[in-house]
């Protein structure tokens, strides 16, 4: 997707990945003048079906007129306004390069093939979902291409993968030959011609630098990885989970596996008593907010063997950096 961001009777700041932050601050993105404006008042940032803009200060932001509490999905013509800033918002979608468009395919066992031609491609019984049964709930299933892998997450009802049980939005990694059945339905994932196996996350593919911003409602981190930069947005949590494995205690260091009692002081200080499936839960969907990103979330955010640690994956010699 392709996003401009035009200042009325100005110029245009495109949408990158690391998105757009609009606020007081001298080193924001877009600079507004106004003393009303937050310091960081809003980001703007590109997500899986177009663009949202999220409020990150105490003072308002304005679409089309109404004020906005939380994050919004934008549409072509949208007016955003902060104090001292009106930005007319351009979405166009981008066709991507050949090469990119179809990486992975799903085989019916019923007869017929199916390409995976954009991520997010939903399964479901939705007319407007990519592929569509009868029958089924309405955006069944997720498949998300992201480091150059597949993913698969259920939105809703219930699904098997190789017979197991897949939770309910927890992000799972798909390799060829893995069979997924929906009611009657089974699918097999394949590739397409010309790909003969799929990338498992090494040191080729895992982030030289990651570097944390703080945001008034969580934070912003890019991942510098070999195909470019990726930026996610977290909450509060999700953020704190980050910061506790990449800026560990004394006694360990960034990419090892940081022991749930450490995690469980950095993210919840007041409970010691959090559960693991808690934990997991937690996880799990920063997982999914990397997978959203471009990133293959359950290749980075590994939990241990026995369940008791996580780490972030990182490069060696990978760089942590965190501006406040």
């Known amino acids: 997707m392709h996003c401009m961001l035009v200042v009325t009777d100005g110029p245009s700041r495109r949408v990158g990945a690391n998105g757009v932050l609009i606020g007081r601050r001298e080193d924001c993105d877009l600079v507004a003048g106004d003393p009303r404006a937050s310091r960081r008042h809003a980001l703007v940032r590109l997500t899986s079906d177009g663009a949202e803009v999220v409020p990150l200060g105490r003072a308002p932001v304005e679409v089309n007129g109404k004020p906005v509490a939380a994050a919004r999905a934008l549409a072509h013509g949208d007016v955003i306004a902060v104090p001292g800033l009106e930005l007319t918002v351009e979405l166009a979608a981008e066709s991507p390069a050949p090469a990119a468009r179809m990486l992975y395919r799903l085989s019916r066992a019923r007869g017929g093939s199916f390409g995976i031609t954009h991520s997010p491609f939903v399964l479901g019984g939705g007319s407007g979902d990519d592929l569509i049964v009868k029958g089924w709930p309405e955006h069944a299933l997720a498949f998300h291409v992201a480091g150059g892998e597949l993913f698969v997450e259920l939105a809703a009802g219930t699904a098997k993968l190789n017979g197991l049980e897949l939770a309910r939005e927890a992000v799972e990694p798909l390799v060829i030959g893995d069979e997924l059945v929906v009611r009657e339905e089974t699918f097999v994932v394949e590739v397409t011609r010309g790909r003969s196996k799929t990338t498992v996350g090494d040191s080729h593919a895992l982030p030289t630098c990651v570097a944390i911003e703080m945001l008034p409602r969580g934070g912003r981190v890019v991942f510098a990885m070999p195909d470019g930069e990726h930026a996610v947005v977290l909450s509060d949590r999700r953020l704190d989970l980050v910061i506790a494995l990449l800026r560990p205690p004394a006694g360990y260091q960034p990419g090892e596996f940081i022991p749930d009692d450490v995690v469980r ?51 060696p010699g990978a760089r942590v950096e965190v501006a406040s």
């Not at 937690?282 to 290749?299: E, K, M, N, T, Y």
Request: aromatic share 4%; net charge positive.
């Open 265 to 315: 002081a950095v993210v919840w200080p007041r409970n010691p008593e959090v559960s693991r499936p808690e934990i997991n839960t937690l996880i799990s969907r920063c997982r999914r907010d990397f997978v959203q990103a471009g990133l293959a979330g359950p290749r980075l955010l590994e939990r241990a063997p026995s369940g008791g640690g996580t780490r972030l994956r990182l490069a």
